[in-house]
């Protein structure tokens, strides 16, 4: 096995002081696969203290379960005391630790086979639960009991599709079978460490979602509904669910907002559906499909800013327009929909309709894209695009107050369609219009 400099040199220098030293984990079985490994993790028999001892440049990330990141030559290296764990209360967290000196007792505290192999440098590979065999079958298989394993760690029920997604793997009978046991655990888990983990399932294995729905019940069980929802109709050709894990597939970008976006959008589905002679309909989905999204995105603590544009994300995921001025004046100004929010949104809207029957959709959407860069780059968006400002009204046309605010709306739609007037020369001659306007509307 490869290993960097940095790593072999901290490795040496664990052992040069009496301590043997293993890489564990993730960059053992990528290096078994014969991927490049992203990061290397670091067994070792030195207790916290005794690593901080050797290592001029240690950050104590972790010293309550025995974990220190070393700095050398620039590399991050987790070095982690060989450990058991026992005690796991509230089904996430170990209540103690002891540190111990075996590697196979420390490969035992681990998820899953694949994930608890080490390898020394001398030693050769150290896999005491069949850990390569089952990356050779491709199988999620948790080490030991799998209900015992749920029953510590809740969250590993997510990582177990997470990485049968990401790998491509089945899940092995028994570990299967506790996940189905043992789902309900997964209430106790924090929704931030929930968020976390299925953000990287719909960045890299959407698909993995058609399995997740009993796991998930408590938490989206959306997920189910969308999977019974059928849509017989011209536009689909499959169940809600199998579309939404499509559109992920074709998202354009892996942007978190885009890919939450495209998971609720048609999850208003289920309960818009009517059917008639031809076909199922989901009127108006989008705004219940939004009210859904505003309080899942509320649910998985996601910052303000994101909750917000999500939940507008999916209610404007099926409005098309045409190439107009007037359109672009409506999302950008009336509605204040910003440029990023707009590229966010065409980006959706390209996911969802890659998920359709066809593709025609995208020839409107192209059309207004390329209509918005062009002429959002010629005419003013906001007030502060304006060479006129509220001091301007009041010593030029002595508005004052609420009529300040009131002109300069006026004008930012004037010039919108009349950019040319948006110039410092230009400034006198709209003040005046303002303040007569303002005033004439006072009269009505």
């Known amino acids: 096995m490869f290993i960097p400099k940095p790593v072999e040199t901290i490795m040496n220098r664990l052992e040069e002081h009496g301590f043997k030293s293993w890489l564990v984990g993730g960059c053992v079985r990528d290096a078994l696969m014969g991927k490049t490994p992203h990061d290397y993790d670091v067994a070792t028999q030195a207790k916290p203290s005794q690593v901080m001892a050797i290592f001029p440049h240690v950050v104590p990330t972790g010293i309550a379960h025995g974990t220190v990141l070393v700095i050398e030559d620039g590399f991050h290296v987790e070095v982690t005391t060989l450990r058991t764990e026992e005690g796991y209360e509230d089904h996430r967290h170990p209540g103690k630790v002891n540190f111990v000196n075996d590697i196979e007792e420390d490969l035992a505290r681990r998820d899953f086979t694949i994930n608890a192999m080490a390898y020394h440098p001398e030693d050769g590979l150290i896999d005491p639960f069949g850990g390569r065999r089952d990356l050779e079958n491709k199988k999620i298989r948790a080490v030991g ?75 989206l069980p959306q997920i189910g509904q969308m999977l019974e929802c059928s849509q017989n109709n011209k536009h689909h050709y499959t169940d809600v669910l199998h579309h939404t894990i499509d559109a992920l597939k074709a998202a354009p970008s892996k942007d978190p907002e885009i890919l939450w976006a495209l998971l609720l959008h048609d999850t208003g589905k289920p309960k818009m559906k009517t059917t008639d002679e031809s076909g199922d309909h989901f009127k108006k989905h989008p705004l219940e499909s939004a009210k859904i999204a505003r309080k899942v995105v509320k649910k998985f603590k996601l910052p303000k800013k994101m909750q917000r544009d999500i939940e507008n994300l999916v209610l404007y995921h099926d409005a098309f327009y045409a190439p107009k001025l007037s359109n672009i004046y409506k999302i950008r100004i009336e509605r204040g929909l910003s440029d990023e929010f707009l590229n966010k949104l065409f980006q959706v809207q390209q996911g969802d309709i890659f998920a359709h029957t066809t593709h025609d959709r995208m020839v409107p959407l192209n059309e207004f894209r390329q209509f918005y860069e062009t002429e959002k780059k010629k005419r003013p968006l906001s007030l502060k695009d304006l060479k006129i400002n509220g001091s301007d009204l009041s010593t030029l046309a002595g508005l004052k107050g609420a009529e300040i605010g009131e002109g300069l709306e006026k004008i930012l739609k004037k010039v919108f369609y009349q950019p040319e007037l948006n110039t410092p020369e230009h400034v006198k001659e709209l003040a005046e219009w303002a303040a007569q306007d303002v005033l004439k509307e006072k009269m009505r």
Request: charged share 40%.
């Open 145 to 219: 009991c799998a209900a015992l394993r749920f029953e510590e760690d809740a969250l590993r029920m997510m990582r177990a599709f997470r990485f049968a997604g990401r790998l491509g793997f089945d899940m092995e009978e028994e570990t299967r079978k506790a996940i189905d046991e043992k789902s309900g655990l997964l209430r106790t888990v924090s929704a931030e460490r929930i968020r976390d983990e299925l953000e990287k399932i719909l960045a890299d294995s959407p698909e993995i979602l058609d399995e997740m729905s009993g796991l998930l019940k408590d938490w």
